[in-house]
């Protein structure tokens, strides 16, 4: 009876093999640096920054002009242009993924569908001075009709006001162009493809079964999309959505080859001028020395805080929409 | 006498009406014409219309007409059909000219960068010259090919630093883990969401300003690797993160070491999914602009020397002239963004055939 008490598990430890060890020990380096780089880059992007929200504090965010040889700098205006940017840009994305990642899932015959796939995955690879290049000399002299239009029969409403009279027999064209949103409009186009990819990604998920009773209890194609496909893909079209609008925030090169820099809180859309963070260091960063370093540093960090955290919750989304966690039906 | 009777084929009888195969698809004669008929209807409409309405240009147009074709389907839909059928038609529309429009954007956007670069692409010397010409000189002076070196330089580097290095923090996050494993995903994860031009002003400050050097095609070079890195490695872990864990217990109870794991059962299994993840990480990479911008300096000399002095790549070449208010620069610059675009194409192209292969098995 006492002999049950001294019976010990067998040790079951496996001694790893030289090799193995050389092996996990190089990995585990390679993850290491990996680490150092990545993490030195945040430590070293943060103390780089600090001498500037020391010495401008709370006002760094509610000043809004740049002026290096007043001594003033704040990131008011340019934050506000840079959401103000992003926001029409997804606004004008994000029923355009919908629907392109809807097709693709749902209406595109299966033939069809994987070059579609490959379609939208060339449109996340076109280099964005691309993008800029088109919007430029393509998009821009077009869209100074439909701006002057917008703002001639909406006018009333303050974001589609400009300060120029749209009846005029010549009108100022100027005035319309290198607008807000003319560069939201090219950084939809950017940014399009990555909500798209996720949304087609969950939306192939959606179960078959609950697709074939939609369709048997005589719904329609858009019916059964409505309550079987939409509800199941829930998490990843936001999730898709607060991806592209992280990107969205980081967009430099178009938004600089169109819009005409001005540091001012607007809401006027149509109008001529607007400033965003990654705009503000690609002018900037050549004539910048000491503290207006640190200010721009100052300036992308809060930009990577904030596409950080969009970031953060679109993947917790997505992997939580992924995990089948939202689809009690 | 018995009588035989002898089967009578009913069957011989043939019927007064041919048979008629019945259509299963569902689509009748309506469905197929009302949205031809709506369109047309909606342009004679406009066609009389428009002069009474504000917009002007061809965009306008366009959106005028789109906005009254929706109406009138579903004006001609409603007529015949319940609801349910006119909103899933109207449903259908939206989301069929949505992939329409975004096909014809990526189109639109390939082709009208071909178009303007013709010029410049017809003449050959664009790949063998590079640009000492002034902005007056004709198109058959001067070209790219400072940009091209460039471009191929930088993105060799980032190549050899990003490639082992996130392949590496791959199989160190799916095939050893642990605790600093978790920590390395994390920052690896959080590092993906860094703005572009931050990676440049960071090597602009760390490295350019703080040792005083002159910028550099190796700056520009290590702005791409810290843009990369993160996406590179991120991608690889997703890749070998789905090779079925069966397949490495099946090795590892053959008595593999977890190297010989790696190497032969891992690897191999993910070789074509990493390849596609990879390609498409570098093709990220050539197109990216704004780390190079701040880093790598402009130039109009063929420079192949990474660690003296400025050296331009295609994207801040064609970015440098595109802003150039002289109409022949301009010409160069989407002839350099053509060129730049063939790049990406091809690169792209290696992905997709690598990805075929995996299919194919």
């Known amino acids: 009876m006492t002999t049950v008490d001294n019976d010990r598990p067998r040790r079951l430890r496996v001694g790893r093999t030289l090799g193995d060890r050389v092996f996990r020990g190089s990995v585990r380096g390679f993850g290491a640096t990996v680490l150092l780089l990545m993490g030195g880059i945040g430590v070293f992007l943060t103390i780089e920054a600090i001498p500037a929200f020391r010495q401008f504090g709370w006002s760094f965010f509610t000043t809004t002009e740049w002026n290096p040889e007043k001594g003033t700098l704040g990131i008011a205006a340019v934050l506000v242009g840079t959401v103000t940017v992003a926001l029409i840009a997804m606004i004008v994305a994000f029923p355009l993924a919908l629907g392109t990642a809807l097709y693709i899932s749902e209406y595109a015959a299966p033939r069809a569908k994987r070059w579609l796939i490959a379609m939208i995955d060339l449109m996340a690879s076109v280099p964005s001075v691309i993008y800029g290049l088109v919007g430029a000399y393509l998009l821009q002299p077009e869209m100074v009709y439909v701006s002057r239009w917008l703002h001639d029969a909406l006018g009333w409403i303050p974001i589609f006001q400009v300060d120029t009279d749209p009846d005029a027999a010549v009108f100022a064209q100027s005035r319309y162009t290198a607008s807000a949103l003319i560069a939201a409009l090219v950084v939809a186009m950017m940014v399009l493809p990555y909500a798209c990819m996720v949304m087609r990604e969950v939306f192939d998920q959606a179960p078959q079964g609950e697709r074939e009773a939609a369709y048997a209890l005589g719904s329609t194609r858009w019916g059964m999309i409505r309550s079987v496909v939409l509800p199941f893909g829930k998490g990843g079209i936001i999730g898709g959505t607060m991806l592209a609008l992280g990107r969205a925030l980081g967009e430099t090169i178009a938004v600089v080859l169109i819009i005409a820099p001005l540091f001012e809180i607007k809401v006027r859309i149509l109008e001529n001028g607007t400033i965003t963070v990654p705009a503000l260091i690609a002018t900037r960063y050549g004539e910048s020395v000491g503290i207006q370093l640190a200010g721009l540093l100052a300036a992308g960090l809060v930009l990577f805080v904030v596409t950080l955290i969009t970031n953060s919750i679109a993947a917790v989304i997505v992997t939580r929409s992924r995990s089948g966690a939202s689809t009690e039906l | ?361």
């Open chain 2, 1 to 361: 006498m018995t009588a035989t009777l002898t089967p009578q084929r009913t069957d011989a009888v043939a019927p007064d009406v041919p048979e008629v195969r019945r259509d299963l698809s569902g689509r009748t004669v309506d469905d197929r014409v009302a949205p031809f008929g709506a369109a047309l209807g909606a342009l004679g409409l406009l066609s009389l219309l428009y002069d009474l309405l504000p917009l002007s240009g061809v965009l306008g147009f366009v959106i005028c007409w789109y906005v009254a074709f929706v109406l009138l389907y579903a004006l001609v839909s409603w007529y015949r059909h319940p609801t349910p059928a006119v909103t899933d038609r109207v449903a259908g529309v939206l989301i069929r000219t949505s992939a329409l429009l975004v096909g014809g954007a990526l189109v639109t956007v390939i082709g009208y960068v071909f178009i303007r670069g013709a010029p410049a692409l017809r003449h050959l010397n664009i790949f063998t010259e590079d640009l000492t010409a002034g902005p007056q000189d004709p198109l058959d002076v001067g070209g790219v090919l400072h940009a091209i070196v460039g471009t191929l330089i930088q993105i060799g580097i980032a190549i050899s630093i990003t490639l082992p290095l996130g392949i590496g923090c791959a199989v160190f996050m799916t095939e050893v883990g642990g605790r600093l494993a978790k920590v390395v995903r994390t920052v690896v994860e959080a590092m993906t969401a860094l703005p572009s031009i931050v990676c440049g002003l960071f090597v602009y400050i760390a490295l350019l300003l703080t040792f005083d050097v002159q910028r550099n095609g190796f700056a520009a070079s290590l702005a791409i690797s810290v843009m990369m890195l993160p996406i590179i490695a991120r991608s690889a872990e997703v890749v070998l993160r789905v090779v079925p864990g069966g397949l490495r217990e099946a090795s590892l109870a053959l008595g593999a070491s977890q190297w010989q794991t790696v190497r032969k059962v891992v690897l191999p299994t993910a070789r074509p999914a990493l390849v596609t993840a990879m390609v498409l990480g570098i093709a990220r990479g050539i197109g990216e602009t704004s780390p190079v911008l701040i880093t790598a300096g402009y130039t109009t000399f063929t420079n192949a020397n990474p660690f003296e002095g400025p050296m331009v790549s295609l994207p801040l070449f064609a970015y440098t002239l595109a802003r150039s208010p002289e109409p022949l620069f301009q010409t160069r610059a989407f002839g350099a963004a053509a060129v730049l675009m063939v790049l990406v194409l091809l690169v792209f192209l290696i992905a997709r055939l690598a990805a075929a292969r995996r299919q194919g098995r």
